[in-house]
C-alpha cells in the first residue's frame, strides 16, 4: 500500500474509497462470553459423567412398563385438566365481559378464589372432600359415597382443571378484547347473529394471541400433572417413585422422569408452532417467515 | 326510476352522557337515490348513519327502511324490541362501508366477500364465491381475489369492502367517510367505483367531505351541525346557492 493511498492528499482521493478492503468490526466480548459459557458446560457434563449415577439403571428403566403407564396416565391428565380448564376459561371470559352484572362479579370471584390458592393445596382438598361432605348427589335423586366418587384421578382432574380454567379466563378474555371494534361492526352489518360473529369472526381473530399462552399453558400442564403424586395419582412421577422407592436408585429415576417430560414438551412446542403459524395466516409478521 | 321511499327518518335523537349527538333529526331517501350528508366533524353524521343500521340505538324517534320499522315490531299499540336474530335480519339489506374499512384479517379478498352470502344468506360457496369474484372484478380487483387485506392498499381494501357490502345484494348502501382514511393519490380509485355504483341505481347515503363527488353524483345533499339538520335540498342547490349562510361558510372552509 503506497503512502499516497494511506493519506489522502487531494479531494479527489479522499473520495476514493470504492478500492479500499473492508475490515469487519472484531466481537471480542462475544467471543469471551461464548468460551466461559462452553467452559462451564463442559464441567457440568463432566459432573454428570463422574457422578454416582448408574447409567444403566437409566436405560433399563426408560421403557419400563410403569414408566410408560405413567407416562400415558401423565399425558390423559393433561388432556382432561385442560379440557375443563379451556371450556372454564371460554365460559367465565363470556361472564366477564357480558355485561350481566351477577355473572361478571361471580367470574371475577372464581378467579380469585382458584388462582389465589395453591395447585398443590386444592389438589389435596378435593381429594379429602369425604372429611366434610361423606356423600354426594341430590338427595332423593341419586346420592354417592364421596370416598368412591373422588379418586385420585377425579380430585386431580378437577383441582388441576379449576385452578386452569381461572388462568385461561384471562388469556380468552385477552384474545376478545384484542379483536377491533370494527370488526365486530362490520358481522353486524352483514347480519350476522351475536353466536356466528363470535364463531366466525371474532374468536378465530382472537385465537391468534391465545394460542401461545394457552401453548404455555398446556406445557405448565404437563408438568403441573406431577403434583397428583403427592394424592397417589398414578402419573409418570409417581411411578418412578414407586420404583425408587425399592430399589433406591433415587436420580436414575429422576432422571428417567425427566426425560418423558422433556420429550412431550418437545412435541407439543412443534405443536404449538404449527397451530400459531395457521392461525396467523392474512398477518404481516407471519407471512415473511412463510 | 322509481321514486317512492326507501329511508324515512322521524325526529331521531340520540344522547351520548351529556353530549347530544343528534337532535330531532330528519331524513327522507328515495329509492335508487344518492344522499350525501356533509358537516363539521362532531356534528352527528356518523351517529345518524349508524342508527338507520342499528349500530347505535336511538333514544328518541323512529327509523323505516324500506317500509320496516327500524328496531322494532308493531303489534296493535305495542311496539315489541326485535330481537337479536331479526335485527339481524333488518341489517342484511343495509350494507355499510366504514371509514377504517374493516375487512376481516384472517380472510382472503374473496373470502370477505363471500362471508355474508354464505353464512348469513345460506348461499352455496361454488355460486357465492363466483358472485364474489364478478364483484371484485367489477371494482377492479380480479386480480386480488386471493390477498389477505393487510397485502393490499388502502383504496384497494376499501374496494373490497364496498364489494363485500354489494354481496349481500342490499336495498341501501351506508358509506361513513369511505375515503378520510386514505392517501390522497388513492381516494379517486374508492369514488369512481362509488360512482359506478350509484349510475347502477344503487340507493347511498354518504357521509363524506367530498364535496365534488357530493356536486357529481348526489342527488340530495344534507348539512348538519351541531346534531341538528341545518340545510337539505337538491345537489344543486345546496352546495351552489346555499341557503343557510353557516352551510355558505362551511363549503367555503371546505374549498379553502
Redesign the interface.
Known amino acids: 500500500m503506497s503512502t499516497a493511498e494511506t493519506s489522502p492528499t487531494t479531494l479527489e482521493q479522499k473520495y476514493e474509497i470504492a478500492h479500499l478492503k473492508l475490515v469487519p468490526k472484531r466481537h471480542i466480548g462475544r467471543t469471551v462470553a461464548a468460551g466461559i459459557v462452553l467452559l462451564l458446560l463442559a464441567a457440568l457434563i463432566r459432573a454428570f459423567s463422574v457422578g454416582q449415577i448408574e447409567w444403566s439403571y437409566v436405560s433399563d428403566f426408560l421403557f419400563a412398563p410403569v414408566i410408560l403407564q405413567g407416562l400415558v396416565n401423565t399425558l390423559v391428565m393433561t388432556v382432561a385438566a385442560m379440557a375443563i380448564g379451556i371450556v372454564l376459561g371460554v365460559v367465565v371470559a363470556i361472564m366477564r365481559i357480558s355485561g350481566n352484572p351477577v355473572l361478571s362479579w361471580i367470574a371475577i370471584g372464581y378467579l380469585w378464589l382458584f388462582r389465589g390458592a395453591p395447585a398443590l393445596l386444592q389438589l389435596m382438598i378435593w381429594f379429602n372432600l369425604a372429611l366434610i361432605f361423606p356423600t354426594l348427589g341430590i338427595p332423593g335423586l341419586f346420592e354417592f359415597r364421596t370416598v368412591d366418587v373422588m379418586t385420585p384421578f377425579v380430585a386431580a382432574m378437577l383441582g388441576l382443571g379449576i385452578q386452569q380454567g381461572a388462568y385461561t379466563s384471562e388469556v380468552v378474555r385477552s384474545g376478545l378484547l384484542s379483536v ?1 371494534a ?2 365486530y ?10 353466536m ?1 360473529m363470535l364463531r ?2 371474532v374468536l ?2 382472537a385465537m ?1 394471541v391465545m394460542v401461545p399462552p394457552v401453548g404455555n399453558e398446556v406445557i405448565g400442564m404437563v408438568k403441573l400433572t406431577s403434583l397428583a403424586s403427592v394424592i397417589q395419582f398414578s402419573e409418570i412421577l409417581h411411578n418412578a417413585q414407586v420404583i425408587y422407592y425399592a430399589n433406591t436408585r433415587v436420580l436414575e429415576l429422576l432422571l428417567v422422569a425427566s426425560f418423558w417430560y422433556l420429550v412431550v414438551v418437545s412435541v407439543l412446542s412443534v405443536i404449538q408452532q404449527r397451530i400459531e403459524r395457521y ?1 396467523g ?4 409478521s407471519i ?1 415473511a417467515s412463510m | 326510476m322509481t321514486k317512492d321511499i326507501l329511508v324515512k327518518a322521524i325526529d331521531v335523537t340520540k344522547s351520548f352522557e351529556a353530549f347530544k349527538a343528534l337532535d330531532k333529526v330528519g331524513m327522507e331517501v328515495k329509492r335508487g337515490e344518492v344522499a350525501c350528508i356533509i358537516g363539521p366533524s362532531g356534528s352527528g353524521k356518523s351517529t345518524f348513519l349508524r342508527c338507520i343500521n342499528l349500530l347505535e340505538r336511538m333514544d328518541e324517534g323512529a327509523i323505516w327502511v324500506n317500509d320496516e320499522l327500524m328496531g322494532y315490531r308493531r303489534d296493535g299499540n305495542n311496539l315489541h324490541e326485535l330481537s337479536d336474530k331479526e335485527i339481524s335480519r333488518q341489517r342484511r339489506r343495509i350494507g355499510m362501508v366504514f371509514q377504517r374499512f374493516n375487512l376481516f384479517p384472517h380472510l382472503t379478498a374473496v373470502e370477505n366477500v363471500m362471508e355474508g352470502p354464505i353464512q348469513v344468506l345460506g348461499h352455496p360457496a361454488a355460486k357465492a364465491r363466483e358472485e364474489a369474484l364478478a364483484l371484485l372484478a367489477r371494482v377492479g380487483l380480479g386480480d386480488k381475489a386471493n390477498h389477505y387485506p393487510s397485502e393490499l392498499s388502502g383504496g384497494q381494501q376499501q374496494r373490497v369492502a364496498i364489494a363485500r357490502a354489494m354481496g349481500m345484494q342490499p336495498d341501501l348502501i351506508l358509506f361513513d367517510e369511505p375515503t378520510s382514511a386514505l392517501d390522497p393519490e388513492l381516494v379517486s380509485e374508492v369514488l369512481d367505483v362509488m360512482k359506478d355504483l350509484a349510475a347502477s341505481g344503487m340507493t347511498m347515503i354518504v357521509v363524506t367531505h367530498e364535496l365534488g363527488f357530493a356536486r357529481n353524483v348526489a342527488n340530495t345533499v344534507t348539512f348538519m351541525e351541531a346534531g341538528k339538520v341545518v340545510e337539505t335540498g337538491p345537489a344543486s342547490e345546496v352546495l351552489t346557492a346555499p341557503k343557510s349562510a353557516r352551510t355558505a361558510e362551511f363549503i367555503r372552509a371546505v374549498h379553502a
Do not use: L, N, V, W
Request: net charge positive.
Open positions: 377491533d370494527g370488526q361492526e362490520a358481522a353486524r352489518t352483514i347480519g350476522m347473529t351475536q356466528k366466525r369472526i378465530p381473530q391468534r392461525y395466516r392474512g398477518s404481516k407471512r
